[in-house]
C-alpha cells in the first residue's frame, strides 16, 4: 500500500480541471522507472478531474483497458485522497502496469522507446465510442508507428508515410482510412518522449502533417503534437481547440514509406563504436549514411575496395573517386593499420543493402601467410565491423574484379566478395 499512500500525500493538493470523458493510453515499451513518473502525472491530472467525469485507461500495444478512473458527482469526493481510494483498484492497475513496463531489448523485435500500435489505438477508441460528442484522448507515446509483425510499414529510422497510405483502405495498409467518419469526434493530444526521436525539424514536420491528416480525413482532429506533457495536459483542461494548419493532402496512389536523409556523420569510420544490435529490417532497402572501409594487416601489400549501390551504377574505387551516388575517399597503397584511417567509401545517396555490391581486391605485395583485414560497414548511424581473410600469397593487379562483380562470387584468391546484409544481420 505504500507507493499508493504516497501517491495519495503528493497528489492531494492538485488543482481542479475542466475535463470530460476521456481515453488515456500509456505505453509498455519503456523503464519502469520512467512509467512509474508518467503515471504519477497522470493520477494529479485525474484527480483534479471535474465532477461526474470518467477516463479509461488503456495499454497502447496491447489495446487491453488497464483500468477505468472515475470521479463522482458527490461532495464526498472532492478531495484527491478521496478520489484515489475510490479509484483503489484503477490505481493499483496503473502501478502494476508501470511496474511491468520494459523498454525495448536486443532480444525482442526493436521498436521505439514508448512505442504505440498509434492507427489501431484510434480505431479501437473510435468503434467503442458510444457517445455522440467529441471525446479527447490523450496518448503518451511514440507517433513513430513501428510494428515489428509489418516492418514494410514501420516509421523507424526516418521513414514517413506517403498520402497515398491516406487515399487506400486498411486492408491494404494499416496507415489506410476507413471512411469519413471512421474517426468523428475524436480530439488526439499527443505526447512524446522527448524531441530527439526526430532526425530534424523537416522530419518533425512531416509525422505531424501524416497524423493530422490522418486524423482529419476521418472526422478527428490532432489538436496537441509535443514533447511537453505538461503544456499538453493544460490543453486538455482547457479544451483547446486544433492549431490552424492546413496540409495539403498530395494525390498519389503509392503506398511508399518516404525516406529523409540524415545529416553525415562527423566522427570518422575508425573511431565510432560498434553497434550491437541487427540494422532494423526495414531500414535495409533505404539505408542512409552508407560508409565502408578497410584496414589489413600486411605493410608491404596494397589491397583495393570496390563497391556500388546497385547493378549497373558505375563503380567507386581507386580508379573512379567520384559518381553520382557517392565517393572514395583514400587509397592506401600500404596498410593503414598502424594508422588512423581506412580506406573508405561513402554514398551520397540512399542504398538498398541488398543491391549493394562490395568487392576486397588483393592488388599488389607478398603475403606468404595470407592476409587478416576489418571490413567498417556504416548504415543509419549504426556501425558494423566484419574480418575477412586473403588467402593469396601475392597480389595480382585487377585481375578477376569484374568478374565478381558480373556474377556475384570470387573467381580466385585474391579477390573477396562481401555480403553487406549478413553484416548488418550480424550473421
Not at 56 to 67: A, F, K, N, Q, V
Not at 119 to 146: C, E, F, K, M, W
Not at 250 to 265: C, G, I, P, S, Y
Request: glycine fraction near 8%; proline fraction near 7%; aromatic fraction near 8%.
Amino acid at each position: 500500500m505504500k507507493p499508493l499512500l504516497t501517491l495519495i500525500f503528493s497528489i492531494m493538493f492538485t488543482a481542479s480541471v475542466h475535463a470530460g470523458d476521456m481515453v488515456i493510453v500509456l505505453s509498455p515499451w519503456q523503464s519502469p522507472e520512467a512509467s512509474k513518473a508518467q503515471v504519477k502525472t497522470m493520477l494529479q491530472f485525474l484527480t483534479g478531474l471535474p465532477p461526474a467525469s470518467t477516463a479509461t485507461i488503456m495499454d497502447g500495444d496491447s489495446l487491453r483497458t488497464i483500468g477505468r478512473f472515475t470521479v463522482p458527482d458527490n461532495p464526498s469526493y472532492r478531495s484527491a485522497k478521496a478520489r484515489l481510494k475510490l479509484n483503489r483498484e484503477a490505481v493499483s492497475a496503473m502501478l502494476a502496469f508501470a511496474k511491468k513496463a520494459h523498454p525495448p531489448h536486443a532480444d525482442t523485435p526493436p521498436r521505439p522507446v514508448q512505442a504505440v500500435n498509434l492507427p489501431q489505438v484510434l480505431r479501437h477508441i473510435a468503434r467503442n465510442n458510444t457517445g455522440d460528442a467529441t471525446l479527447d484522448v490523450v496518448i503518451l507515446g511514440s507517433p513513430l508507428y513501428d510494428d515489428p509483425n509489418e516492418p514494410e510499414f514501420s516509421m523507424a529510422g526516418g521513414l514517413v508515410p506517403s498520402d497515398g497510405h491516406l487515399q487506400t483502405s486498411r486492408s491494404k495498409s494499416p496507415l489506410g482510412v476507413e471512411g469519413a467518419e471512421a474517426l468523428k469526434g475524436i480530439r488526439l493530444h499527443l505526447g512524446y518522449a522527448n524531441e530527439d526521436i526526430f532526425m530534424s525539424d523537416q522530419h518533425r514536420y512531416f509525422i505531424e502533417r501524416f497524423w493530422s491528416l490522418f486524423l482529419s480525413s476521418q472526422g478527428g482532429a490532432l489538436v496537441t503534437f509535443t514533447s511537453d506533457i505538461p503544456s499538453l495536459l493544460n490543453r486538455v483542461k482547457s479544451s483547446a481547440v486544433a492549431p490552424d494548419i492546413k496540409f495539403e493532402l498530395e494525390q498519389t496512389n503509392k503506398l511508399d514509406m518516404v525516406r529523409l536523409r540524415r545529416a553525415r556523420m562527423s566522427r570518422p569510420l575508425y573511431d565510432r563504436p560498434l553497434s550491437r544490435t541487427p540494422l532494423p529490417t526495414g531500414l535495409l532497402n533505404q539505408a542512409d549514411n552508407v560508409e565502408i572501409g578497410i584496414k589489413w594487416d600486411c605493410s608491404v601489400c596494397d589491397i583495393d575496395l570496390y563497391a556500388r549501390p546497385y547493378p549497373g551504377a558505375n563503380l567507386l574505387y581507386f580508379g573512379n573517386t567520384k559518381t553520382p551516388q557517392g565517393e572514395h575517399v583514400k587509397d592506401y597503397m600500404t596498410a593503414p593499420s598502424g594508422q588512423n584511417g581506412y580506406e573508405t567509401i561513402f554514398f551520397t545517396t540512399l542504398v538498398d543493402l541488398e543491391a549493394l555490391d562490395i568487392v576486397v581486391n588483393f592488388y599488389r605485395g607478398n603475403a606468404p601467410d595470407g592476409i587478416n583485414g576489418i571490413l567498417r560497414l556504416s548504415a543509419d548511424g549504426r556501425t558494423y565491423a566484419h574480418t575477412f581473410t586473403l588467402p593469396a600469397g601475392q597480389g595480382n593487379q585487377t585481375k578477376g574484379v569484374e568478374e565478381a562483380f558480373n556474377t556475384g562470387s570470387a573467381p580466385n584468391k585474391m579477390v573477396l566478395v562481401i555480403d553487406p546484409v549478413r553484416i548488418v544481420s550480424q550473421r
